[in-house]
């Protein structure tokens, strides 16, 4: 203002008056004189009032009716030059503010004639308007006549004029509303707000408003009049007016001046009561119209929607919705509802149009969409007015598919054709022409064939409308294709961004509020509705009621949105827009995540995931979550579930890569495009970006990524990164270059989506976690039941997820450790190398994390990490269990030092591989071991030694691989070493721990329980490694067995001085006793079967070709070893409280062990039975065994000074080996070099001898081909333990256990030979030698007859069973002894090769044994028991068998010794009878004797025909020795001796003269000429006491005279026979046996003849004599006969008789002449 009150502008304006009066007065000077004089007195008036007044424009104010009346006057004059000058002057009047009320008035009334008149029109509505605006004079009536005018002018014929009028009443409408506001703004500090009225009172009661509110408030008041059609209240003089204007203004109004209807009551209440009927009743012709339907179908005809005023109508409500909605609640819903209708597919297209874009403008406001979910849906009984709007979207969309516009059909066409390349029914073809002829230029959607180009319309975020500012079109426009679409499509993304933007504002807002101290001072930033609501509550609630509507408005719209949504993003062919629909998918799913709304949250994922996929892409996560519940199926693909391109939008899409769909069955290929590949990018950037909101649906997200990157085919690499990799199967993935390059990003991106979850919080991850667990047992479900490659995508993904979160490990080892423990265990075995791979790398990587604190301080965490280690040992798939073992060889390799308390789950990895795992685990688990055993047994704890020691133990047990066997017990004995070197430390340690263990256990009020419990710990741990050799020792394999046995009781004998003496106990008696049973009774159980070949090539022996025998070897190595430790530990056991009861188990042992069925066990335990009882044999040739001779070796040379080198005290052992044999190599037996005290053990040692020997000799019942026969070394060594052990229990010694020794002595020897042995035992036949055996039995009788000998008097009546025994042996020589029941072959019909039986040559023994007996019988024959037991009669009784037999005897040295011990015995023997001739006690013995004689002298048998003259002359001089015995040592004494026995000689003597008694000679007997010798002394004997002069009784005389004369009788009858036969026989020869038998008469003569002649003649009968003499004339006969050999005879025969050619002498007979 100040520009026009300066004092230059106030001169102007006067100057400018001046000039226009003047003007004025010049125009109508001729024309209108009154006008030019008013005009001069203007003049006057104008220059008075400036001259009189200060305040110059005041007073032209005053007095403006007067200074203005000249030029209305002018207007008057209706001349145009004149009118336009006066209306200029009045504007510039007017613009000075220099016109008052009254002036106005006449003005306005003046402008209202130039009306009516039509005269310049333009000028009147420039000066109305400069009226108005100028300033606010103008008021009430004149204010609307004015305002009339206007109305009036807008309605002329003329455009320009029309349309300068609808401004110019557009301007004043605005005026008449701004003075009201500016009123409004000078009385606001004065008038504080007026008393409310209520608004249905009195529509007209507007006696409260100030002037201008008044005003405005009838002008507002008049327009809805208008607008209704109905006469106006104020805007008197209106003659027409059209609806389209009035709308128009109203929407102006409503639209400027919000305030003046939310501030004033009267105005609000004219907008409830008029302008909101009017709408909805000009909105019924929309409302009721269908596009198509007859106008025959109802009543009245209906009225056509009309565009200008539908399109104005929208545009008034989307002020009201926009500006007023809070206070027209229920009118706005009403609106909504119509607006939503509107969209109805049967509406016009134009109207659908526009509706659209209301829609838009209300989806940019996101504030008033949460008003409407407010005031609606969260309402019980209300409109779901913001679900409806958004679901009508989404329907709308879906008809402009499915229905093709009808408005404008030749559109549609021609998109069709120029579009899509094809007609449109094709649209398969054309998606194929469109693959192929690049794609589409025009970004579109497209779907089922319909095509709809989408069109840039707007800038994001802003409703820019283009049909609803269409105000100047009568005719509704042509609608583009594609329009409604793009508007729509915009809709949703603003509404998207509007709601998603709002609500996770205030959520941040909330958040930081949480986080800051909720202070209640902190004021509401919320707008009014919500402060009513929350005026009263604090913080909580206001987040409680917020978080309420946030979820309302989510639940309210997810529906529709994701429905339309995912329609559209199938339907896009157009990468921006696809990128929009999917930017605002991930909105949604993410802004759902974080109210925790579920559903929602899944179902948009669910949507990007399927776009991700190909179509129909079978992935049941998918189809059966949320997607299900969407309301909108209409649309939803219900394509055949083909695999290849669905005919639907697809078509338009670049196919970028071809790949194998992740399937239990194997189907063709898929197809991704680059829109999946696209929507796989969101995916990948909502986990990334919102993962910790994803909760379960991390679930929907990994499975989708685990199929794209299956058809993709990325493939796991080490970390769990995916990377591209070549299809194991099928046709392999097919990759264009435009994928190709994005493989990598995918992959990458993957990678970081997996690291970022090291950000997530523990919830979030878990849900990561379980996510992919469940995923990955979808994947195991998948791959069960065949070995197509599974997809390894969750178990990578584990892998990485685990390794980036390594941090915060605790919280999720579990979970992911137990699945990927199952995950192990599955059959597939590229799945289960996969689980294997994650959870080894995973445990590595946790064990070398630098974990805080280090996990050298966190116990629990290290077991925690290595558990899963030992939980693999479960498992049993050799690979997994392969790698299980190369993680603990990697751990021992970085990690081994500093493993702790972890030591144990290590070791028990290590430990659970069983047998049946294969060798190469076995192998690996081993090397891991042996790494431990040689770097750290010093770096564990000395608890877990024991540990090692049992697996250690367990690897021996292993039967897969026999040098594994062997080296672990390699191992067991490094460790002992170990033990022994470190053993102080080891025991401090080990005796804390059980302190601490001890103390812990009587807390708890528990036993302490560990094995082996009361000796110290220390010795526990070496009972521990002896238990594990022990077990060691009783392998099922002979190697191991072996090198386990020697191992033991090396251990033993070098370390266990450092045992506590008490600890010895439990080493005899759970160790080695334990051991020894097992041994024994799996030996004695072993199998006999026979073993083929030791594996491979080896060539076994065929000592140990059977199990049996294999056995049998462990047997002699424990025996051995465990009785050299009672020897040598003798002094440490002796002192031990139950050494007896040790010791009889030990012989119990031996014995079961010497009577066990093999030959090579029970000799090994005699040796050990000779080496407790401390003597050592000396090994003689003769005595080899016929075993291997490994077996054999005698007690090793340890003896000696033995001292380890950190021994207390050296072994007391003086005698060295070498001494004791030196010892025995002398004649007298072994001496016993360390004397057991005890006598009791001495006796329980003869008991198991006696036991030993009663069984192992004792005949079997019955005999096959496996009858065990005890070997010759076993007796031998036997009977060669007896007599040192004899020389500790002489002094008790009594007959009864002279008794068992003979029967036990009696039976070794009978045992016969198996024939295949023979020939190392036996010498060969011809030699006459001892076995060993048989040796020993003379050494065992000869020591006890040397200590009868020294003895007391009372042992010496064991002589006589002395005697016997070796009687009996003498017996052998002839009648071998039998064994049982076994028939024995004759050793010279023996086949070597033949399992059979073979008798010893026992008469070298039976000799040896003859020898024996005569030289002690030479010693003790006057021994009084000797007497008293008939042993002579024994001897004599004995020996007459072999006599008897004489030539029959096996062998001819038999009878010949026995002859000549006979001799011996009888020299020595025969006066000892005499002596006791009267006593009586040797009468039996005389018979005895005769008939020995008698037996020899005229054998049965008959000389082998071979025999030698010489031999045969050699063996006649024995019988004629024992005549010589005859004649020299019993005739003479015949008066000592029965008379009896004295005729028998005589008997014999008289036979042995006569050659035979037979009445004729055999052919058998023949050789009997051969004894002339014998014969001769016995006829020379027998004359000798026959016919000598002692004869003492005339019996014996007799007896001779008698038997010569029968003799010689017998001669002559022979003779005579002969003579008759050779008569009669002629020519032919005799038979043979009768010339012998003359021959061997003759013989008998010439022998009597010589004997007789030898005989004293006065001893000589004269009737004998006669006798001879008688036989000289047959002889004489037989001269003729034709054989020589009988003529020789007879020659012989006679020659003697020439001495009795005597020349006859006188005849004087006995003195008789």
């Known amino acids: 203002m100040s520009g026009t009150n300066s004092p230059e502008a106030v001169k102007k304006l006067l100057e400018n008056m001046q000039s226009d009066l003047r003007a004025l007065s010049l125009e109508c000077k001729k024309k209108f004189p009154p006008v030019k004089e008013a005009a001069e007195s203007g003049i006057i008036k104008v ?221 609000s209440f004219l907008l409830k009561e008029r302008v909101c009927p009017l709408v909805i009743k000009l909105f019924s012709p929309n409302i009721k119209f269908r596009q198509g339907s007859s106008s025959s179908s109802s009543p009245a005809p209906v009225e056509k929607p009309y565009f200008p005023i539908c399109m104005r109508l929208l545009r008034v409500v989307s002020v009201l919705i926009k500006q007023f909605y809070s206070l027209l609640v229920t009118e706005c819903e009403i609106f909504l509802s119509l607006l939503v209708k509107f969209l109805d597919a049967d509406k016009p297209q134009w109207l659908r149009a526009v509706a659209v874009e209301s829609i838009h403008r209300l989806c940019v406001q996101p504030q008033l969409l949460r008003s409407f979910c407010q005031s609606y849906d969260m309402k019980q009984h209300s409109t779901k007015v913001f679900r409806d709007i958004v679901n009508a979207l989404g329907s709308f969309i879906q008809s402009l598919f499915l229905v093709p516009p009808t408005g404008n059909p030749a559109t549609t066409n021609q998109a069709g054709n120029n579009n899509s390349g094809g007609p449109v029914s094709a649209p398969a ?85 949480c986080q800051t101290t909720t202070e209640a001072a902190s004021s509401p930033t919320l707008s009014s509705e919500q402060q009513e609501l929350q005026s009263t509550s604090d913080q909580m609630d206001k987040e409680i009621v917020s978080r309420a ?86 649309y939803s693909i219900q394509g055949q579930s083909v695999m290849m391109i669905s005919p639907s939008s697809e078509s338009h899409q670049q196919v970028v890569a071809v790949g194998q ?201 290290q077991l925690l990490l290595l558990n899963p280690l030992k939980e693999m040992s479960s498992i049993n798939h050799p690979d997994i269990r392969l790698k299980q073992l190369e993680c603990v060889l990697q751990i021992l390799q970085s990690q081994g030092d500093s493993l702790g308390p972890g ?99 009587e807390e708890k009020g528990v036993v302490l329980n560990r094995p082996f419990h009361p000796a110290p710990p220390f010795d526990c741990l070496w009972l521990c490694l002896y238990a594990k050799l022990g077990e060691l020792c009783v392998d099922p394999r002979p190697a191991v067995r072996k090198s386990a046995g020697q191992t033991l009781f090396s251990t033993i004998g070098a370390h266990g001085t450092l045992l506590q003496h008490s600890t010895w106990h439990t080493v005899i008696w759970k160790v080695l006793f334990h051991l020894l049973d097992r041994v024994r009774e799996s030996s004695t159980t072993a199998d006999k079967e026979k073993i083929e070949s030791g594996g491979g090539n080896i060539l076994i022996h065929h000592s140990r070709d059977t199990a049996e025998k294999q056995w049998a070897e462990t047997w002699v190595l424990t025996l051995a070893g465990v009785a050299r430790i009672f020897n040598t530990r003798r002094y440490l056991l002796q002192p031990l409280g139950d050494f007896s009861r040790a010791w009889d188990v030990l012989l119990d042992h031996i014995q079961s062990a010497a009577l066990s069925k093999n030959n090579e066990v029970s000799l090994a335990a005699l040796k050990s039975f000779q080496e407790i009882l401390q003597i050592v044999s000396p090994v003689r040739d003769s005595d080899k065994p016929e075993t291997p001779p490994a077996v054999n070796v005698p007690v090793p040379v340890l003896l000696g000074s033995v001292s380890g080198p950190g021994l207390s005290r050296p072994f007391v052992r003086t005698d060295s080996i070498g001494d004791r044999l030196g010892r025995y190599n002398s004649s007298e037996p072994p001496v016993v070099t360390d004397e057991l005290e005890d006598l009791n053990l001495w006796w329980a040692a003869w008991n198991t001898w006696y036991r030993i020997g009663s ?175 008939k042993v002579l009669q024994n001897i004599i009784k004995t020996l007459r068998v072999p006599l008897s037999l004489k030539y029959s005897c096996p062998s001819e040295s038999t009878w010949k010794l026995a002859v000549s011990s006979l001799l011996k015995v009888l020299s020595i023997g025969l006066p000892v009878a005499r002596q006791h001739a009267s006593s009586g006690k040797f009468d039996s013995m005389w018979p005895e004797l005769a008939n020995t004689f008698e037996d020899f002298l005229f054998t049965k048998s008959v000389p082998p025909d071979n025999l030698s003259i010489q031999e045969f002359q050699r063996n006649e001089s024995i019988d004629v020795e024992v005549v010589q015995l005859i004649s020299t040592e019993i005739l003479p004494y015949a008066n000592f001796i029965p008379k009896e026995f004295v005729g028998q000689i005589m008997t014999m003597l008289n036979k042995g003269s006569i050659h035979s008694q037979s009445s004729s000679f055999t052919e058998a007997e023949i050789d009997i000429r051969l004894r002339e010798e014998f014969s001769k002394m016995c006829f020379e004997t027998l004359l000798q006491f026959s016919f000598s002069n002692k004869v003492t009784t005339p019996q014996e005389g007799y007896i001779s005279r008698m038997a010569l004369s029968v003799l010689l009788k017998r001669s002559q009858d022979v003779l005579h026979r002969y003579i008759e036969d050779e008569r009669l026989s002629g020519k032919c020869p005799l038979p043979r046996q009768q010339v012998t038998e003359i021959i061997f008469v003759l013989k008998a003569v010439s022998t009597l003849i010589d004997s007789l002649k030898k005989t004293q003649p006065e001893n000589v009968d004269g009737n004998t004599w006669a006798q001879v003499i008688a036989l000289y004339p047959t002889l004489v006969e037989c001269i003729t006969c034709s054989s020589a050999e009988v003529c020789s005879a007879l020659k012989e025969a006679l020659v003697p008789f020439k001495d009795f050619m005597h020349p006859p002498a006188s005849k004087v007979q006995n003195g008789e002449s």
């Open 661 to 861: 769909p992740l399937a239990i069955q194997p189907q063709g290929t898929v197809m991704l495009t680059s829109k999946n590949i696209q929507c796989m990018r969101t995916l990948l950037n909502l986990a990334h970006c919102h993962g910790a909101v994803l909760g379960t649906s991390w679930q929907l997200v990994l499975a989708t990524l685990q199929h794209l990157v299956w058809i993709l085919g990325l493939k796991p690499s080490s970390g769990g990164a995916l990377k591209p990799g070549r299809a194991v199967e099928g046709p392999s993935t097919v990759l264009t270059t435009a994928v190709m390059t994005d493989l990598p990003v995918i992959s990458n991106i993957l990678s970081r989506l997996f690291e970022s979850s090291q950000y997530l919080d523990d919830v979030s991850l878990h849900h990561l976690i379980n996510a992919l667990c469940s995923l990955s047992l979808e994947a195991m479900d998948m791959a069960y039941g065949n070995n197509k490659e599974p997809s390894l995508f969750a178990v990578a993904k584990l892998l990485e997820t685990g390794l980036v979160n390594m941090h915060r490990i605790e919280i999720l080892w579990r979970p992911l450790t137990g699945h990927l423990l199952e995950v192990c265990q599955h059959p597939n075995s590229r799945m289960r190398e996969w689980g294997a791979e994650a959870l080894t790398s995973l445990i590595k990587a946790g064990l070398t994390f630098n974990h805080d604190p280090p996990l050298s301080q966190n116990q629990r965490l």
């Open 1255 to 1429: 069984e192992s000799t004792k005949p079997p019942v019955t005999f096959d081909k496996l009858t065990f026969i005890p070997s010759q070394p076993f007796l031998t060594a036997l009977i060669q333990i007896f007599p040192a052990l004899y020389q500790h229990i002489k002094t008790g010694f009594d007959m009864d256990d002279l008794q068992k020794l003979g029967v036990i002595l009696h039976s070794a020897v009978s045992v016969p030979i198996s024939s295949d042995a023979s020939p190392f035992i036996l010498p060969s036949y011809t030699e006459a030698v001892l076995t060993s055996l048989q040796e020993a039995v003379l050494t065992a009788l000869d020591v006890l007859q040397k200590a009868i000998c020294v003895g007391p008097e009372n042992m010496q009546i064991m002589y006589p069973a002395i005697f016997d025994q070796l009687l009996a042996f003498v017996e052998f020589s002839c009648k071998p002894p039998q064994y049982g029941q076994l028939e024995t072959k004759h050793i010279a019909n023996a086949k070597y090769n033949q399992a059979e039986w073979v008798a010893l040559n026992y008469v070298p023994f039976a000799e040896r044994s003859l020898e024996v007996v005569v030289d002690l019988y030479q010693k003790t024959a006057c021994h009084k028991a000797v007497v008293n037991e």
């Open 429 to 513: 073809n054309s998606g194929m022409l469109g693959i192929g002829g690049g794609v589409t230029l025009l970004p579109a959607f497209e779907y089922r064939g319909t095509w709809i180009p989408i069109l840039t319309i707007t800038v994001q975020g802003s409703a820019k409308a283009t049909y609803l500012e269409m105000l100047d079109k009568v005719e509704p426009p042509t609608i583009p294709e594609g329009y409604a679409m793009s508007v729509a499509f915009h809709c949703l993304l603003d509404l998207v961004r509007g709601i998603t933007s709002m609500i996770e504002g205030e959520l941040g807002e909330v958040e930081t509020e």
């Open 47 to 267: 220059k008075t009032i400036a001259a009189r007044n200060t305040e110059i424009l005041a007073a032209l104010k005053e007095n403006s009716s007067e200074v203005v009346q000249p030029f209305l006057m002018g207007c008057g004059t209706k001349e145009p030059k004149i009118t336009q000058l006066c209306l200029a002057a009045i504007q510039r009047l007017m613009s000075h503010e220099v016109v008052s009320e009254t002036a106005a008035g006449n003005i306005i009334n003046m402008l209202w004639q130039l009306m009516e008149n039509s005269l310049e029109e333009l000028k009147l509505l420039q000066t109305v308007l400069v009226l108005l605006t100028t300033n606010t004079v103008v008021h009430d009536e004149s204010l609307s006549k004015a305002i009339v005018l206007c109305f009036r002018l807008h309605f002329t014929k003329d455009n320009i004029t029309n349309n300068t009028a609808a401004a110019t009443v557009r301007q004043v409408v605005t005026v008449v509303f701004e003075r009201m506001v500016a009123e409004d703004e000078r009385h606001r500090d004065i008038i504080e707000q007026p008393v409310l009225v209520q608004g249905n009172s009195n529509r007209r009661s507007v006696s409260t408003l100030k002037p201008c509110a008044k005003d405005a408030y009838m002008l507002f008041q008049d327009l809805c009049q208008l607008v209704n059609a109905d006469a106006p209240y104020w805007l008197v003089g209106m003659t027409e007016m059209t609806r389209t204007f009035g709308l128009e203004l109203l929407e102006s109004v409503l639209n400027d001046f919000p305030q003046v209807f939310l501030q004033h009551q009267e105005f």
């Open 549 to 634: 509507v946030w979820e309302e408005m989510v639940n309210a719209c997810w529906c529709g949105l994701l429905a339309a949504l995912s329609l559209l993003l199938d339907a896009s062919t157009d990468e921006a827009a696809t990128e929009n629909i999917l930017k605002a998918e991930l909105t949604m799913a993410a802004l759902c995540g974080r109210l925790g709304l579920v559903t929602s949250r899944d179902a948009f994922i669910t949507a990007i995931c399927k776009g991700s996929l190909p179509p129909h892409y079978a992935l049941t996560v998918l189809n059966t979550t949320t997607a299900a519940t969407l309301s909108n199926k209409s």
């Open 903 to 1001: 030591w144990p789950l290590v070791l028990g990895v290590m430990g659970a591989i069983r047998n049946d795992q294969g060798e190469s685990l076995i192998r690996t688990a081993f090397q891991c071991l042996q790494l431990v055993v040689t770097d750290f047994l010093p770096t564990m704890p000395c608890t877990c030694l024991q540990i090692v020691v049992d697996v250690a133990g367990s690897f021996g047990l292993h039967n897969q691989e026999l040098n594994i066997s062997l080296t672990s017990i390699g191992l067991l004995w490094n460790i002992s070493d170990y033990f022994f070197q470190r053993g102080e430390t080891i025991e401090k340690e080990l005796n804390k721990e059980e302190a601490a263990q001890q103390k812990q256990a």
